[in-house]
């Protein structure tokens, strides 16, 4: 069936950079905006960056300037290019998939995914 994983997270220093990944797979037809979010501990789950298919992208506030979210709609995977790491970057990062159109056998369907999300700690 379909599913997302993310790969890339890891321990990091302030100023440092990381590099995530989110990798769908699956009998896919197509995928609507795709973005990834963030949760911290004792914090709600926030919306980092997004993407349309087109390539339109959305960023939060507080990383402008310092990551980039890309996609290659060929390959079914998006990616987070992560510069001047800060403490408060700290979290699980989570990729999600809207409308994310598949088939098994001769039918379709559209539903969101979500990854298993992976760490990001950065150290200060």
């Known amino acids: 069936q379909v599913q997302l994983v993310e790969s890339g997270g890891g321990l990091v220093q302030a100023g440092g950079s990381l590099r995530l990944s989110c990798a769908a797979s699956?009998?896919?037809?197509?995928?609507?905006?795709m973005g990834w979010h963030r949760q911290a501990p004792g914090k709600q789950r926030e919306l980092v960056a997004s993407?349309?298919?087109?390539?339109?992208?959305n960023y939060a506030d507080s990383v402008k300037g310092r990551f980039t979210i890309s996609r290659d709609n060929a390959k079914n995977t998006m990616y987070l290019q992560m510069n001047s790491l800060k403490p408060e970057d700290t979290a699980v990062y989570y990729c999600?998939?809207?409308?994310?159109?598949?088939?098994?056998?001769?039918?379709?369907?559209?539903?969101?995914?979500w990854g298993q999300g992976t760490q990001v700690t950065v150290s200060s």
């Open positions: 699956g009998r896919i037809l197509s995928i609507n905006a």
């Open positions: 993407i349309s298919s087109g390539g339109s992208t």
């Open positions: 999600n998939a809207d409308r994310l159109i598949y088939y098994t056998g001769t039918e379709v369907y559209a539903r969101d995914y």
